[in-house]
């Protein structure tokens, strides 16, 4: 067993509060969480999907029952045409949660924050805010933060899990590793259903719309149905100025003042009610939010000495898989198990972990960029073509019981404390 009685984490998101959680419960290491922000708040807005492995160990976090409480459980893909006729129904959870006991949330982002921020306040653990990390160094007995406010905290490990920008990573682990732009962007928001026509808080799968150009979602977010998520993705340019904070400010403005004529005319004059429900989401939209998806590319450095980058700082991929929240999960639950294991130094623990991650996440990025592709442009005739192939192709899934073999779900089965060491 590894022995450690201190962890600093840099990051207060869904990987840091998750591995203090983890790390105080079963390593009994005191986590000391060190944040950015200036109080608990979350940049990205809008609603995540948590598949079941994801929601798996939730639960073994203790924080499922919270999480379910107030999310949406979605689980089917209708997929619809612009003209508002139904394409097709995917079952998303028959097969794994047959596996794993567990199915699809769809929750706020800042539910999933309100549940991991009350938990981590009921373990006492500490969370300081307004935190800018400037430079790390470590020693023989230890490893040493220092904050642009002139204060500095020693531990026994640095965990970095401040997210897919990483000061971790580019002071410390790995300079060179750099975020690269995806090419495909999302703008979405979250609206009430009182606002919108009665089918809106009757929703209950995720609801697709493929449109010449890109993906159009409609998803329950919360367990009272009182609230939706819809997002759009599709491909858009690098700004003009290049890959730079400007350029992405005056990029996401265009594609915000934009939204409504953009979406209402892809939707074209078709009137029923799924093609008038969709036009009233986006008209009575009034805040919409604009993210560029990154990845990370594979092979950038993970650890060096006492400091490992988990979560988005080690391996933001694209959005598609919705899988971030549950691969930073998964990485709590290896790194927390290897500390915990008879036999294995630092050294090889942390050696261990990277290579058991590095073949899972190359796995679940594959997938991700896999479903990036219906967020491409296309014509209207091959729009129409694809709706074809997936009318077709869902018609066979579902009539002679494709589902039962876990197309899609499979890599959802994966239970990260079997790994053995
Ligand atoms: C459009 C979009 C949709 C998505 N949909 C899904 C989905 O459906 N399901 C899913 O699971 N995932 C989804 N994701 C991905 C998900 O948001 C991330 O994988 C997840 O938030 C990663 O958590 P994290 O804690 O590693 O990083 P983050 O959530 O980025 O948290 C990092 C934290 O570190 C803090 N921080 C940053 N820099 C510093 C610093 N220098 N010092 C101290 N603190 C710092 C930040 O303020 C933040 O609080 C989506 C992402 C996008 C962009």
């Not at 003009?240 to 003042?257: A, I, L, N, P, S």
């Amino acid at each position: 067993m590894v022995e450690m009685d201190k962890v600093i984490i840099i990051g207060a998101g869904p990987a840091g509060v998750s591995a203090a959680l983890r790390l105080r419960k079963t390593n009994h290491i005191t986590p000391v969480i060190y944040e950015l922000r200036e109080e608990p708040m979350t940049l990205l807005g809008g609603a995540i999907g948590i598949p079941s492995n994801g929601l798996r160990l939730l639960s073994r976090l203790g924080l499922y029952d919270a999480m379910a409480s107030r999310g949406a459980q979605t689980p089917s893909v209708i997929l619809h045409s612009t003209k508002g006729s139904i394409v097709g129904e995917m079952d998303m959870i028959g097969w794994s949660e047959k596996h794993t006991g567990f199915g699809y949330l769809r929750i706020k982002r800042t539910d999933v924050m309100e549940v991991l921020l009350e938990a981590a306040e009921k373990d006492n653990i500490s969370i300081s805010y307004g935190k800018r990390l400037e430079r790390i160094e470590e020693n023989d007995n230890g490893v040493t933060v220092f904050f642009s406010d002139g204060t500095i905290d020693t531990g026994d490990f640095l965990l970095g899990c401040d997210g897919v920008h990483s000061a971790v990573r580019t002071k410390y682990v790995d300079p060179s590793c750099v975020p690269e732009y995806s090419g495909i962007s999302n703008i979405g928001s979250l609206v009430s259903t009182s606002m919108l026509p009665p089918p809106a808080s009757k929703l209950e799968n995720m609801n697709a719309t493929l449109t010449e150009d890109g993906l159009l979602m409609l998803i329950p977010a919360t367990a009272a149905h009182d609230s939706i998520y819809w997002f759009f993705s599709r491909e858009v340019p690098l700004p003009d100025q290049g890959d730079t904070r400007d350029g992405w400010e005056e990029r996401g403005k265009k594609e915000v003042d934009g939204m409504k004529s953009t979406l209402i005319g892809l939707l074209g004059d078709s009137h029923n009610e799924w093609v008038d429900m969709l036009k009233e989401v986006v008209s009575k939209t009034e805040v919409v939010k604009f993210y560029p998806n990154f990845k990370l590319p594979v092979g950038g450095r993970w650890s060096r000495g006492r400091v490992l980058i988990i979560g988005d700082a080690a391996h933001a991929m694209p959005p598609h898989a919705s899988q971030g929240f549950s691969m930073a999960l998964e990485d709590v639950f290896l790194f927390s198990n290897l500390l915990h294991s008879k036999n294995l130094t630092l050294d090889s623990a942390i050696s261990i972990y990277e290579t058991r991650r590095r073949r899972r996440i190359e796995e679940m990025l594959k997938t991700a960029e896999t479903r990036g592709s219906v967020r491409k442009k296309t014509s209207p005739r091959r729009l129409r073509f694809n709706e074809f192939m997936l009318a077709g192709g869902l018609m066979i899934y579902n009539t002679f019981g494709l589902k039962n073999l876990g197309l899609g779900q499979k890599l959802l089965a994966y239970d990260i404390e079997e790994e053995k060491f």
